[in-house]
């Protein structure tokens, strides 16, 4: 049977190029593990998410190889669809706990506790050059490099080589930037991958909001049929 599939682009840039996409089901209840992992495998999205429960925000997050008990893009963009089909929701609850969710300016926000985030290796680099040249990551790391652009004004270049995760490079990551901005415990604008835009801003409380522009790629029927 054919279910359906939204693809989203998250953290799109300012001239809108850059986002990274995501894969949503919002009719998963019930779905097996296995069956999850298979698909999000079969789409290679970075992530793709599986919406378990429409009023209470409850979903499941995966990499091609693996689940993930949060992930900051996905979250974003999955805030978004559920506020373009009517679901006004103020938590989101993937397995990490329950994540506040909201949209200002034309930005969707969440906002985490950078502890459920992956962790990752954080490397300051001399410059955005140094950033842009890296050769990438070796299989089974996590590694995120950085550098500042201009410190004053918080703006930062990133990269981000997840391959223990079955990702070569991410186009925007989420869940780096909750741990940058414990980090640095400043408001940030990250200029990630090829064009994306990730706003950052912690608060008091040991939580950090990441927010950003989404778009909608794509909306169609999707099976495993012949794969399941």
Known sequence: MAETVHVLNVFVGPDDGGGNPVGVFLGAAGWSQSRRQAIAADLGFSETVFVDDLVR???????????????????????????????????????????????????????????????FDMRELPSP????NHPGAGPDQHLHVWSWQDEATGRVRVRVFPTALGIAE?????????????LLERSLTIRQG??????????????????GRVALVDTRPYSLSGRW
């Open 57 to 119: 925000g409850e979903l499941h997050i995966h990499t091609p190889v693996t689940e993930l008990p949060l992930a900051g893009h996905p979250l974003v963009g999955t805030s978004w669809l559920l506020t373009k089909h009517g679901v006004w929701l103020d938590l989101l609850r993937p397995p990490a706990g329950e994540v506040p969710a909201w949209s200002a300016n034309g930005r969707t926000w969440i906002s985490a506790r950078p502890e459920w985030a992956p962790e």
């Open 129 to 132: 050059t140094d950033v842009d």
């Open 170 to 182: 991410d186009e925007a990551t989420g869940s780096a930037a909750l741990r940058l901005g414990q």
């Open 194 to 211: 090829a064009d994306s835009e990730i706003l950052v801003q912690p608060s008091g409380d040991g939580t950090v909001a990441v927010g």
